[in-house]
């Protein structure tokens, strides 16, 4: 049987981290031996509200498909590529563009987020210009999804609302050229461990509050020494509370195996485990299991040029996919 198709993407915001490796590569990395995978960094989004400061641009993209790379995304079950290097999408951009009507991008709930200075992950828009091409935002995306034609978008609860839109653009287009070529793409939501930066709110580049896929054991172990635990808990005797323990104890249960957490639980609740040792004990346990990661990463850093070719070879192979869409949809369309 033929496997579906699953498209997604990571705006290139540079280095990644625990956050974006918990809550979308392990997931993206499952999925790639039961579907048609094709993943995407996109360059175009990121230029969507930092059009004025692209001097890490190209860098960025490096630095993202490097970290999935290091990861585990293989390109020899995924077709890993890079936005703009797939016209297609732009062609077929513009002829949604035509069909979406205007009031469906300005009610996209995302927008108001788009345009506050900083937004958590660092790409918040600097001003609170809506350019035409933020505004485009969601057609952009669909976009992405629609030139390969895709069944399943694996996305976050955040990105909904955006994929909602998909479906309503795909079955415009299908309405008004009559037509059934366009599939309504179902979302893939799934269900991750929310993971908080070191100072117990969302993790994030801007809130400087993340630790990265790239960090070295050493800025590691820095940040999990600063992470928030018990604030009731004033002297290593007295006794913890794991369940109110903001950060260190969290990541245990994310990070940690069930022996390792349970005894971190009841160390901590009878006043025998201190908050440093114990987080010494996190620290180590995750540097243990980013270890073959960053060997990875550290050895693809080395070598960029095995990651551009990586690049090359994949948007290659998608564009040959999303060609054979846009002919189809150049004919439905009735353009010469
Ligand atoms: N907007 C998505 C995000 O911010 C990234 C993205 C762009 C995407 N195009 C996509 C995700 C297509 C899924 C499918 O995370």
Redesign the pocket.
């Known amino acids: 049987m033929k496997k579906k198709k699953i498209?997604?993407?990571?705006?290139t915001t540079g280095k990644l981290h625990l956050g974006h490796y918990m809550g979308v590569l392990t997931n993206w990395i499952e999925l790639q031996d039961d579907y048609d995978c094709y993943f995407?960094a996109?360059d175009w989004?990121a230029l969507t509200t930092k059009y004025d400061k692209t001097e890490n641009l190209k860098s960025d993209t490096r630095e993202v498909v490097t970290d999935w790379l290091a990861s585990g995304l293989d390109p020899k079950k995924s077709t890993i590529y890079v936005?703009s290097m797939l016209p297609q999408t732009a062609e077929l951009h513009i002829y949604l563009s035509m069909i979406t009507p205007q009031n469906w991008v300005e009610r996209d709930p995302t927008l108001k987020d788009m345009t506050k200075i900083i937004r958590g992950d660092g790409?918040g828009a600097k001003t609170d210009t809506v350019s035409y091409g933020l505004l485009g935002?969601p057609v952009?995306?669909s976009a992405?999804?629609l030139t390969f034609n895709a069944d399943i978008?694996?996305?976050?609860n955040?990105?909904l609302a955006?994929?909602e839109i998909t479906r309503d653009i795909a079955r415009r287009f299908n309405n008004i050229y009559k037509t059934d070529f366009l599939k309504e793409p179902l979302p893939k939501l799934t269900q991750v461990p929310l993971l908080y930066g070191i100072d117990g709110q969302k993790m994030g580049k801007s809130f400087h509050n993340d630790i990265k896929i790239s960090d070295t054991e050493e800025e590691t172990t820095k940040k999990i020494m600063k992470c928030i635990t018990d604030r009731s808990r004033v002297r290593k005797t007295d006794k913890g509370h794991p369940d109110q323990c903001e950060v260190a104890f969290k990541y245990y249960q994310i990070f940690a195996n069930e022996e390792e957490t349970k005894c971190c639980e009841q160390e901590c609740s009878l006043g025998i485990r201190g908050c440093a040792e114990c987080k010494k004990n996190l620290a180590a346990i995750i540097n243990n299991k980013f270890a073959p990661i960053r060997e990875k990463r550290n050895q693809l850093s080395k070598n960029p040029e095995i990651v551009d070719e990586i690049i090359q070879e994949g948007s290659k192979k998608a564009r040959i996919e999303a060609q054979k869409v846009i002919d189809k949809i150049r004919e439905i369309i009735n353009i010469y």
Do not use: K
Request: aromatic residues 8%.
């Open positions: 498209v997604s993407g990571m705006r995407f996109a989004h936005q790409s935002y952009l995306m992405d999804i978008v694996p996305v976050g955040d990105q955006h994929l």
